[in-house]
């Protein structure tokens, strides 16, 4: 679940005090017309644009047209998508939950704990409007957000180096038992 049926009701809000505020949402998924309906109930069909599926250059571009990316997922295991933002230089909201919440730090990013619905609604719009407002804070967590990426280096290369020290040491330990 990303969280979309969140994201709407909260940038609502968002949209309410923020009038050039808009929301792209890419993909697709077998949820998009309740989420359309949504979006037509809550008079927002100006403001949320339904992408629908893109290619990977196209969403990079999108990323790289954007000031914020925002994840409200509650099963995210990982989360490169969130990388991939960092990677380009935008300050992040996600969940604090999952992958996302090992990735996103209160440098890169604000993490949004997935207490009651009303709290998660209400935390997301609280995020969308504090960086806004806050051109030199999104720049802030933009450029720290890269040097994460940049210093962590989530490339495969390393993920595979690491998998195998992982395992050496586990036989190594295993063998001294």
Do not use: C
């Amino acid at each position: 679940m990303k969280g979309i049926q969140f994201l709407i009701p909260a940038f609502k809000i968002v949209a309410d005090q923020e009038p050039s505020a808009v929301l792209d949402l890419l993909g697709d998924g077998e949820r998009r017309q309740l989420l359309e309906q949504m979006t037509r109930d809550l008079g927002l069909t100006n403001r949320v644009i339904f992408h629908g599926w893109v290619t990977a250059d196209q969403a990079n571009r999108h990323l790289r047209q954007s000031d914020v990316f925002v994840m409200p997922s509650l099963r995210e295991v990982g989360g490169i998508v969130l990388l991939e933002a960092m990677a380009v230089g935008l300050p992040v909201i996600a969940t604090d939950w999952g992958g996302p919440a090992i990735h996103v730090t209160s440098d890169t990013g604000i993490k949004i704990p997935p207490t009651t619905r009303e709290g998660f609604v209400e935390g997301f719009a609280d995020a969308m409007l504090r960086l806004a407002r806050d051109p030199a804070l999104r720049k802030q967590m933009g450029e720290a957000g890269r040097r994460r990426v940049q210093a962590n280096l989530y490339d495969w290369a390393q993920k595979t180096d690491r998998l195998i020290e992982i395992y050496k040491e586990t036989l190594a330990a295993s063998r001294s038992v």
